[in-house]
């Protein structure tokens, strides 16, 4: 009877419907992926009325990552382009909202324009400070020197700009040191603090005018102290390096976080706040007259082993709110999640905001009386709010996916973000308020082509551990496939470790899931022991089998997936990138089913890796000791010390710079597959660190090959 056979023609019309829409998608493409834009800084200005956006996004002609700067102004709705030069980072309202300042490595020197900027032009790139007018105009530097400036931020009057750089060195002193030392590089003993200056803006666009009206005196600048930035004044000394300067609501303080001056982590005391009073400033008229003895010195408001981070004001301007990286606030060293703490600073005492949640903070932001915080649960990073330390955080949004990058006002009720999922890039969003998150409006959309491919979906996943231990994931299923059964799978492992993968979108050389998966690949992204988002226990029992305990995790969640059906147990890969790299040189060694390995940047041993590692520290807590304290547990979470159980093609890439994860490492790895007659491949990108943020093909390379090896080795047909 035809009303029986109305469902079965519905339900086809439907599907085929879905069909063609899904077909009319293009492909989510190497070149596309690679093209996705990436959003560092979002600054809502006081008013609340425009948003200062910095943007990353690869330029393939020159071969860098290009960094600008954009403004939105909401009575327009209009996104405008403010800088061009793809070289601008970290920009900061004036209080008065008259001024963007930013930090940026042009060539042209402060106060110089025309033929007298060219001069400059054979000079080092070195990041100095730029104004521009949010109302238009060309920007210009206001710092010079050979110095990067490490730090800077507005006095609460719009009056200054506080900013810190190593401690210039007059010519003699340049001069006399190269006469003795030649090209010898004395390693740690010649590091040198940093030295806090003052710059009052009325000067400096003074030097400006004069410089474009071509009335600068050249003997402006002095010739025995070429680094100084005409008009300063040097308000403290430090011995370590300036990571960060906040200054207090009510103008007084300065908080300082400190950072050793290598940048590596070996000293827990290296990484502190500090809060200098600004009251008391040293009002020398160059830096050679402030005596080491001058009596404005920072205050050491911490005495911990935690790598604190992200310093902000609360508006009492006597707390100051912070996060922690690694290590503990409140004893001896130990690996926690991202908590939001706040420090009295007339007394040091700290005290964490909600004890009993169970994720870790992301990101933070004052709101009048309020803290907005986006936080970690599982695979979902929502946006909370809250207002005393003993209150619970409470949820705003309900929009799955994930929320970052949060900016607000003290004095205005918008609140910008970041907000992505698995189907949706980011985008950065603006909303009237923090209790209408939800009613949102994107106000950008660089990443519309992206949007517009035929994205994967994907879904948490959950499986028991051989502990009973409810171990979590995120599977993404190729495109059309949602859903579907014996599919081949690569395992992605992420860093970290203290990381977790998600309901998120990113489109990079590390997370490239979307990627595989539009290649015919499940992906499966394992939360293993030592990821955050399932509380502190969760996270620490990575300690001290740092990576036999989370190899457990992954491969029992490879053996649920085979059993319900979802992977095919003929077609299984493995990769990840640091951390993660090192998870694939254990797995591998481990297990003989992976067909196919991409590993990056992953220690193979754990002795050499601690010498050299730049957060050695952190690698002595994970296996329970230095090298000669625990040299058994060195031996046995080695992946190099069973390397020939290996019989899995691998694929190895590194950067040549790498400090994090020595690229010996890699060589080390490459040699024993060598010396075994594994199939191996291994890329080493020049000049690029851990983060191989140098040069944007490195990354894409990277990519591209490792796809490839997939393909050859594991067994998925090319599309």
């Known amino acids: 009877m035809p009303i029986r056979k109305l469902p079965f023609l519905l339900a086809v019309g439907i599907a085929c419907a879905t069909t063609l829409f899904a077909q009319s998608k293009p492909k989510l493409t190497l070149d596309d992926f690679f093209n996705s834009v990436s959003y560092p800084s979002v600054e809502l200005s006081p008013d609340g009325n425009s948003v200062v956006i910095e943007t990353e996004r690869a330029d393939w002609d020159q071969q860098i990552f290009r960094k600008d700067l954009w403004l939105y102004r909401t009575e327009s709705s209009l996104l405008v382009q403010l800088t061009q030069s793809g070289r601008d980072s970290d920009p900061k309202w004036s209080p008065n909202g008259k001024w963007i300042a930013f930090l940026s490595e042009r060539k042209s020197g402060a106060g110089k324009s025309g033929d007298d900027a060219d001069s400059d032009s054979k000079d080092e790139e070195t990041s100095q400070i730029y104004l521009i007018s949010p109302s238009g105009g060309e920007a210009f530097a206001i710092t010079e020197g050979a110095e990067d400036v490490h730090a800077f931020d507005w006095s609460a009057d719009s009056r200054k700009i506080y900013f810190a750089t190593k401690q210039p060195w007059n010519k003699t002193q340049k001069d006399d040191y190269k006469n003795e030392w030649k090209d010898v590089v004395e390693y740690r003993t010649a590091e040198r603090g940093d030295a806090i200056f003052a710059l009052d803006l009325d000067a400096a666009l003074a030097r400006h005018s004069a410089a474009a009206a071509k009335i600068v005196k050249k003997e402006g600048k002095s010739e025995e102290n070429p680094d100084l930035t005409p008009g300063t004044r040097a308000i403290a000394n430090f011995n370590l390096r300036v990571d960060t300067l906040v200054t207090s609501p009510d103008g007084t303080k300065l908080a300082i976080l400190s950072n050793a001056i290598n940048q590596r982590q070996e000293k827990y005391e290296d990484v502190e706040l500090y809060v200098l009073d600004v009251k008391k400033e040293y009002l ?84 009048g009386d309020k803290i907005l915080t986006s936080a970690r649960v599982g695979t979902e990073v929502a946006m909370y709010d809250t207002a005393k330390p003993a209150d619970k955080l409470h949820r705003l949004t309900s929009w799955p996916g994930t929320y970052a990058k949060i900016s607000a006002s003290e004095s205005a009720q918008k609140v910008a973000f970041i907000y992505s999922s698995l189907t949706k890039p980011e985008e950065i969003y603006l909303a009237d308020s923090a209790d209408r998150l939800d009613l949102a409006r994107p106000i950008t959309s660089f990443n519309s082509k992206l949007a517009g491919a035929d994205l994967p979906q994907g879904k948490s996943y959950r499986w028991k551990a051989d502990d009973g231990t409810t171990v979590e994931g995120m599977l993404i299923y190729p495109p059309g496939k949602f859903e579907a059964k014996h599919l081949p799978m690569f395992t992605l492992i992420h860093g970290g470790p203290a990381d977790a993968d998600g309901n998120h979108f990113e489109a990079d050389w590390y997370q490239w899931a979307a990627l595989a998966a539009a290649n015919g690949w499940l992906v499966f992204e394992p939360n293993y ?140 790895l490459e040699h024993a597959l060598y010396s075994l007659g594994i199939p191996n491949k291994l890329l080493i990108f020049p000049g690029e660190g851990h983060s191989l943020s140098k040069n944007p093909w490195h990354g894409k390379i990277k990519v591209r090959e490792e796809l490839k090896w997939l393909e050859k080795y594991g067994g998925v047909p090319a599309n």
């Open 284 to 367: 020398s008229d160059t830096y050679d007259n402030v005596p080491p003895n001058a009596t404005i010195r920072p205050r050491r408001i911490t005495k911990n082993e935690a790598v604190e981070t992200h310093p902000h004001w609360a508006s009492d301007s006597r707390h100051l709110f912070f996060s922690v990286e690694v290590g503990d606030v409140s004893g001896p060293y130990r690996d926690l999640q991202p908590h939001l703490y706040w420090v009295d600073t007339n007394n040091g005492s700290i005290e964490q905001w909600d004890k009993s949640f169970a994720g870790p903070i992301e990101h933070f932001s004052t709101a």
């Open 529 to 668: 022991r030592g990821s955050t988002g399932y509380g502190d226990t969760f996270l620490q029992q990575i300690v001290p089998v740092i990576v036999s305990r989370p190899g457990k995790d992954i491969l029992e969640g490879v053996d649920a997936l085979v059993k319900d059906g979802i992977a095919d147990p003929d077609h299984l890969s493995v990769g990840g990138y640091s951390y993660g790299g090192y998870m694939t040189n254990w797995l591998i060694t481990q297990n003989t089913r992976f067909k196919a390995a991409v590993t990056g940047a992953g220690a193979v041993e754990h002795i050499g890796n601690w010498g050299n590692d730049d957060t050695t520290y952190d690698d002595a807590y994970f296996l329970g000791g230095r090298p000669w304290e625990a040299q058994q547990r060195y031996h046995d979470e080695a992946a190099i010390f069973q390397i020939d159980k290996v019989k899995t093609p691998t694929h190895m890439v590194a950067g040549a710079d790498d400090i994090r994860v020595a690229v010996l490492e890699d060589y080390l």
